[in-house]
């Protein structure tokens, strides 16, 4: 009877000083003979739980039932998050055959998940945290979801029948796991488990770039140093890459008076336009695009450490410096989007302008809208753009002079 009224010995318990596992029994008679105890075991600093059934059949009639594991949520995500972050919020199962799968709130209000899987496991995640329940992975369990109410939902397993002879007990074993989502924890927990921490589809580039800052970390021993850190090394690893597009700017800016004179020349004739500017590139030696396609490179990286920096619950509560305490929050007092907006608008002024005027306008802009929008990110993944910006007007800024005085002393 899965809607057992199950009783304790307690009404609370404590784990005591010096001890490193408690157990808290709950139990259930039927009244003819079954005696079911449940039996939850905890371990100081683990977040799995042992969930097991003592099944003692005292009745003069073989027993047979089935375990019913589920995990019930609320549809609502976090309400102290941003709503301009998403993270996914919702069902996942694992199998063998098809992997990792979300199973959303809507495609349980649409149909059931009715599959049978060996091993395996099913879950309920958040941001950060998960709750896992992990079945032997030699078991094949009925996987099942359904709505439990107006925004509530259930996601879970059935067992395969099993059989209590007359007068034996019998204990079914069961592991759930609740608690946040590290990685190293996960992995040794389940196949696949560890890719609750969602990646997307840059999983492969993400989990080097993570490993790479909790490296980092444990050198220094501050995780918002640690970010500064791996900056610092993705921006040497593609140095000459950046180098090659700042080069490319700096040639573009110093081109813009005899472009500009071109475009006032050829204004009303855009295809004549077009040939003196490409007849000019070609006279220069500049590949108008040379300044945009090292970037490109780039931009995968870029948005896996964006990833990593978002997903990594390791970064929660974790203190940066001063008035930084968590770099999973904003930043309370604003001083890094600020900062933030400062680089971009030095860094514009390094780049060559863009010919288009509406274009020129948008960049501008940028600036002075990116910041606001960023006041409600995670201060982690501000500080990693501030440094990033540092890091690249120091580099563009030693090309540029470089090329100016190159042309100089030519001229």
């Known amino acids: 009877?899965?809607?057992?009224?199950?009783?304790?010995?307690?009404?609370?318990?404590?784990?005591?000083?010096?001890?490193?596992?408690l157990q808290i029994p709950l139990r259930w008679e039927s009244g003819d003979g079954l005696v079911?105890?449940?039996?939850?075991?905890?371990?100081?600093g683990d977040y799995t739980i042992d969930v097991d059934y003592q099944v003692e059949n005292k009745t003069a009639q073989p027993w047979q039932g089935r375990q019913y594991r589920q995990l019930q949520r609320s549809s609502q995500g976090d309400v102290n998050q941003s709503r301009l972050i998403y993270t996914y919020t919702g069902g996942v199962i694992y199998s063998e055959q098809e992997k990792?799968?979300?199973?959303?709130?809507?495609?349980?209000?649409?149909?059931?998940?009715?599959?049978?899987?060996?091993?395996?496991?099913a879950a309920m995640i958040q941001h950060y945290f998960v709750a896992a329940w992990l079945p032997d992975q030699k078991e094949s369990n009925y996987f099942y979801s359904k709505k439990a109410g107006e925004e509530r939902f259930i996601l879970g397993m059935v067992s395969p029948d099993v059989t209590v002879a007359p007068g034996a007990t019998q204990t079914l074993v069961n592991r759930l796991y609740v608690g946040p989502k590290i990685q190293d924890t996960l992995e040794s927990l389940a196949p696949g488990l560890e890719l609750t921490v969602d990646y997307g589809f840059l999983t492969v580039i993400a989990k080097p770039i993570f490993w790479l800052l909790r490296y980092l970390y444990e050198l220094i021993g501050n995780w918002g140093w640690a970010i500064a850190a791996v900056t610092l090394c993705i921006k040497?690893?593609?140095?000459?890459?950046?180098?090659?597009?700042?080069?490319?700017?700096?040639?573009?800016?110093?081109?813009?008076?005899?472009?500009?004179?071109?475009k006032e020349r050829y204004g009303e004739d855009r295809q004549r336009m077009s040939q003196a500017m490409m007849e000019l590139y070609k006279k220069e030696k500049i590949n108008p695009f040379g300044g945009c396609l090292p970037m490109l490179v780039q931009i995968p990286v870029f948005i896996s450490l964006y990833w990593v920096l978002l997903e990594s619950v390791e970064l929660r509560q974790a203190p940066f410096i001063l008035w930084i305490h968590d770099l999973a929050a904003p930043d309370p007092f604003y001083v890094l989007p600020l900062l933030m907006g400062i680089t971009m608008f030095i860094q514009m002024r390094l780049n060559p302008a863009p010919p288009d005027p509406i274009q020129a306008k948008i960049m501008m802009a940028l600036p002075f809208v990116f910041p606001l929008f960023f006041a409600f990110f995670p201060s982690g993944l501000v500080l990693y753009w501030v440094v990033n910006n540092v890091l690249s007007i120091s580099q563009q800024y030693v090309i540029t002079r470089r090329i100016d005085k190159a042309a100089t002393a030519n001229a």
Do not use: C
């Open 1 to 21: 009877d899965h809607h057992a009224l199950y009783t304790a010995e307690s009404k609370e318990y404590t784990l005591p000083a010096g001890q490193e596992k």
């Open 36 to 44: 079911v105890t449940k039996i939850f075991t905890f371990r100081r």
């Open 100 to 121: 990792y799968e979300k199973i959303s709130f809507d495609d349980m209000k649409d149909k059931d998940l009715g599959r049978n899987i060996t091993g395996g496991w």
């Open 236 to 262: 040497l690893v593609f140095f000459k890459l950046s180098e090659a597009s700042y080069r490319s700017m700096a040639n573009m800016r110093r081109l813009q008076p005899k472009m500009l004179a071109i």
